[in-house]
């Protein structure tokens, strides 16, 4: 988790990025550059192009790899479980690759999950392996649609093992059919969504205890202000 100087820091950008009159809300890239500055790692200009590879931020000396999301809940009270996208997975053009020749969407639900399972493994193996990464996480800011309440949760990352989970077709309360989302539980937790029409896998995750708190006063600063001011700022680092 973070420590108190980083929680400091989170705080200050969130206040910082949240008055700019040209942002609506900390999202994507934005989130990036936040992470990014609370852990004083070097940036790069997105203009230069933006890799596809799992991990946003890589400390380089510590070896540390995070995967940042941003999302907006309604609910932001320990306990609460969310979902959100974790990977495009086309399980079945891939079959063969992945080594489940022959699968398709009519495959048992345990030899699919089996394959979804597979897919995001050897992701997470590859790129950590291509950035340098051996300590592993998943960093969330979590914010409520004011944008005046957020949440900074950290979850270790790791490959999953698919001995452990359970998988089941969702079924449509209207029709009693099967639905579009395959679902992979873990006990009684679903733990994994696989939607066979979109291809995206979602993972479910609990807000902890341990979650960071932030509360701010939503300012927002005068456009003539913030452009002045930032090009004060432009020509003091450029001088």
Request: hydrophobic share 40%.
């Amino acid at each position: 988790m973070l420590t108190e100087n980083e929680i400091k820091r989170l705080k200050q950008a969130i206040i910082a990025t949240v008055a700019s009159p040209v942002i609506g809300s900390i999202e994507d890239y934005a989130w990036e550059a936040i992470f990014h500055y609370v852990k004083d790692i070097s940036l790069t200009d997105p203009a230069l192009g933006r890799s596809k590879l799992l991990y946003d931020a890589v400390n380089i000396v510590t070896q540390t790899g995070w995967s940042l999301k941003s999302l907006q809940l309604n609910n932001l009270k320990v306990g609460n479980t969310f979902f959100f996208v974790i990977q495009r997975a086309d399980i079945i053009s891939k079959a063969d690759q992945l080594g489940f020749p022959g699968l398709t969407e009519l495959s048992p639900p345990q030899e699919l999950g089996a394959a979804i399972i597979q897919h995001w493994n050897e992701k997470l193996i590859t790129n950590q392996s291509l950035q340098g990464v051996k300590n592993s996480y998943e960093s969330i800011l979590l914010k409520t649609i004011k944008g005046n309440e957020y949440i900074y949760c950290e979850y270790p990352l790791y490959p999953l093992d698919p001995t452990t989970f359970n998988w089941a077709w969702t079924v449509n309360k209207k029709t009693s059919k099967s639905g579009a989302g395959l679902q992979g539980s873990v006990g009684d937790k679903v733990e994994l969504v696989w939607y066979k029409n979109q291809k995206q896998l979602f993972k479910a995750r609990i807000i902890p205890p341990e979650a960071v708190r932030i509360n701010i006063e939503r300012t927002r600063l005068n456009p003539e202000i913030y452009v002045k001011t930032i090009l004060v700022a432009l020509q003091a680092q450029n001088s």
